[in-house]
């Protein structure tokens, strides 16, 4: 049996997660093209949005994607790091269609990767996948995927979303909320155990960052 390679719908309606910083509060989405994250386009011709189905989700891949959890027990944050991020709660206004890489059998069965591949921090594979599918067109010549549904790396098994610029007209930030006073803060900080310090180390300049 052949493995297809079926679309995730995201009904419209629906509200997703996006980590930015407090600077751009008021303003656009930003579609990346600067191969720095995991599923952009290796040609830099169309941009990449990552968005979380739930905060813990975008926290995870991004405020946090960076910090070694395994060398580090406390599992610290600077309290400016925190001040510094923003949560824009993006609604969906039209139906989206992901490729869904959480599938079974669709890694290996349809890409030919495994998991090691998929969540490698050499993006090289992950990237190849994008571009394959941002050129995949439906019977009537339209462009199948609005996105793609993956694997969460720092997160797993929930799946993020790498949604692409051809979609943006798709999506509305609804709101924009600081993270410290987004609801879900709290208990994200109770439930994986995070020690907010009062040192205020480096803040980093980059805004994705999604893993």
């Not at 949005?49 to 910090?67: I, N, Q, R, V």
């Not at 992950?126 to 997160?155: E, I, K």
């Not at 509305?172 to 994986?192: C, G, Q, R, S, T």
């Not at 020690?195 to 893993?211: A, L, M, R, S």
């Amino acid at each position: 049996m052949t493995i297809a390679l079926q679309p995730f719908l995201i009904n419209a309606g629906e509200l997703l997660q996006h980590l930015s910083r407090t600077v751009y509060r008021h303003k656009p989405l930003c579609y990346g093209r600067s191969l720095c994250n995991r599923y952009d386009d290796p040609e830099r011709v169309y941009g990449v949005l990552y968005l979380g189905l739930d905060l813990p989700t975008a926290l995870m891949e991004s405020l946090f994607h960076k910090h070694q959890w395994d060398k580090d027990t406390k599992r610290s944050i600077a309290q400016a790091e925190i001040k510094s991020r923003l949560v824009r709660v993006v609604g969906v206004l039209d139906n989206l269609f992901l490729a869904d890489l959480t599938a079974p059998g669709v890694m290996a069965g349809y890409f030919g990767l495994n998991l090691e591949q998929l969540a490698n921090r050499d993006y090289t594979h992950t990237q190849q996948v994008s571009a394959q599918l941002h050129a995949m067109l439906d019977a009537s010549g339209m462009p199948l995927f609005d996105g793609v549904l993956y694997p969460s790396r720092n997160n797993y098994p929930a799946a993020s979303i790498a949604l692409f610029e051809r979609a943006e007209g798709k999506v509305k930030v609804f709101e924009n909320i600081d993270l410290v006073d987004h609801v879900e803060w709290p208990p994200f900080v109770a439930n994986y155990r995070i020690g907010v310090e009062p040192d205020p180390g480096p803040v980093e300049t980059d805004d994705q960052e999604f893993d």
